[in-house]
């Protein structure tokens, strides 16, 4: 009896000891196994700074607005940073940018002692998933174009061909889910492009733009309603993305392309632009001699309607021609 008791007992030490070492491997493996993932979704860059004028590499001024450094990205060691449509930029220098092969890139901005941009660390790339978790392979699926942050950190993702905007969790413990969008005409690749958190109307306030220069404000609970109509800085301009200031302002970002001129942009800032003739506070005009590219997204750093940061994002089309610039001006009243 003592030796099968001995027998049993020790079977059972064995038996707890292999799954011990079972569970802790394969614990190992799990944190081995997410590290992997974390380390293949991280992107090499190569960063060269640009001047905001190549004719005089030293211009920092543009009226109010104050050249504070410019980069030019390319991935190394990856194939799909391109086509980057909007971006995000937190106080503490936390970028989200997506795009529209269905990308999302987060990543640390780094300035230098003067607050001058100068660099992007710890840059991640990872798939926008779908209401099953799946990635967006499909471009009539994946074609994202604007992106906001509501005040509880869900993101709003505004998608064109296949038209609408979907709400992600900013934990990432639930799927994506259909939020209001805007009644309205439009065609494939002229969809919902600019999109901005607006807390003037309220914490689940959205504001929508389309390329044409339509505008709606809208609520996670509600239908939108359409906004008077605002003029487009002129003929060939586009809406390409919106984002809010202050207590009511709103950037907005438009851009224009011919043969004989090349692309262009124009921001303006609009106070007030849910009241019909909102007032315009300034505009700043990227237009040859200075840098120029497809910017499609704008980000503002800062809640007063005094002072703020901005940045400007382009989307290269995945095209030699083109760039992937990103750009900081500050502006004060």
Known sequence: MKVARWVIGTAIAVLTI??????STSDQAGRDSSEASRQS?????KVRSIPVDPRDPNRVRLGRFHYAGGLQLEGLNTDRLHGLSDLRVSSDRHLVAIGDQGVLLEATLDLDASGRLRGLREAELSPLLDVRGRPLLNKQQADAEGLAIMPDGDRLISFERNHRIWLYSARGDRPPRDVPKPVARLGSNQGFEALTAYRAGGDDAYLVGAESG?????HLASRCQP?????????????????????????????AYDLVRGPRAVLRLIDRPLVAGGTPVDELVLDRPLVTDNFEGVAIVGDSDQMFRMYLLSDDNSSAQQHTYLLAFDWRR
């Open 227 to 255: 906004l008077p109509p605002r003029a487009l800085p002129g003929s060939g301009f586009g809406l390409s993305a919106m984002a809010s200031y202050g207590a009511t302002g709103v950037a907005f970002l438009y851009r």
């Open 214 to 218: 339509q505008l709606w404000v809208c």
């Open 18 to 23: 292999v799954t011990l070492v079972a569970q």
């Open 41 to 45: 979704r991280r992107v090499e860059l």
